[in-house]
């Protein structure tokens, strides 16, 4: 199933103390580029972070961001480091006395000097929050994939509506072609014998026209290949592997096709039904840049 290259995602997990929550969003790309944003604790981490989205996803544009927050527990809460609190108070007293200050030492003249608190000492290996941080980015790609999952389902339906619409198309001009080429062969008749004359006509000359006419006018071919590349496009929707380049690519030959028919007419209203074909082309082009 074809998925779309533009979704959300995230994800918690509680670990050790530790809240991880990530969010992933994707844009159309052609291909993959990925940009995060990790606390320090687990930047070590990024490249085998970007490793796991590589394999998850071929294209896009990710954004991905992740946020850890600690739970607090007397374990982990500030305390204070008395001999530098000591410090400071001397300090604070003798620049007082010197200064002939009457107003006694007040706590928010303590809490400016942040080096009377200590904070706990942890590890830098990053351990205990790759162990929060990766179930959550699992959960995060996972439901991305849903996502992208769903839209794709949706522009599945309407690709395969417009393929189908195209061959409808092709189908009257199909029918219209073999309408025009009796009139033709007539009016071709008329005019010669207009120009030199019943009696004068060359029958063998005259077939011969006819039949180089009806060489520029045949789309045999080109009705035989446009119909094998629409079959194709609608089996390759219903894979299960990533197909939009391969899909971008029979776009162009199916345009490719369509033009020489348009070439090949010289009618208004196989004019106007090829018009039809390479609108709904340009429609299928547009979805196709939103498909992985």
């Known amino acids: 199933m074809l998925e779309s290259m533009t979704g959300f995602g995230t994800g918690t997990h509680w670990s050790d103390g530790i809240n991880a929550m990530v969010e ?7 291909f ?24 998850e996803l071929q294209r896009g544009k990710i954004q991905l961001t992740v946020v850890i927050e600690r739970e607090s527990s007397p374990e ?5 480091d008395e001999q530098a609190l000591s410090s ?3 300090t604070l007293e003798k620049v ?23 904070a706990p000492e942890t590890g830098d290996s990053g351990e205990p929050e790759w162990r929060a941080v990766q179930p959550a980015l699992l959960q995060a790609i996972s439901r991305l994939k849903e996502m992208r999952k769903r839209e794709g389902e949706t522009l599945t339906g309407d690709l395969r509506s417009r393929i189908e619409s195209i061959g409808s ?25 207009q120009l030199i004359g019943e009696e004068k006509i060359n029958p063998d000359r005259l077939e011969l026209e006819i039949v180089l006419l009806a060489d520029r ?7 035989v290949r446009l ?17 939009g380049r391969k899909l971008n690519f029979l776009v162009q030959e199916i345009n490719r096709e369509i033009n020489t028919i348009g070439s090949k007419s010289a009618s208004a209203d196989i004019s106007q039904l090829v018009v039809l074909m390479k609108e709904e082309l340009e429609r299928i082009r547009e979805q196709l840049q939103n498909l992985e």
């Open 24 to 30: 992933i969003r994707s844009l159309n790309n052609r």
């Open 32 to 55: 993959v580029e990925l940009n995060s944003r990790l606390p320090k604790s687990i930047q070590n981490r990024e490249a085998e972070i970007k490793d796991i989205l590589r394999r």
């Open 76 to 80: 982990t809460a500030l305390t204070v």
């Open 88 to 90: 400071v108070l001397s």
């Open 96 to 118: 007082r006395e010197k200064a002939g200050i009457q107003e006694p030492i007040r706590m928010d003249h303590l809490l400016r000097f942040s080096e009377i608190f200590k």
């Open 169 to 193: 198309i092709s189908e009257q001009v199909r029918v219209l072609t073999d309408e025009r080429l009796p009139v033709e062969r007539q009016k071709l008749h008329d005019r010669v014998a």
């Open 217 to 223: 006018m045949d789309i045999t071919e080109e009705q």
């Open 227 to 243: 119909k094998s590349h629409l079959a194709y496009f609608l089996t390759a929707l219903d894979g299960h592997e990533s197909v």
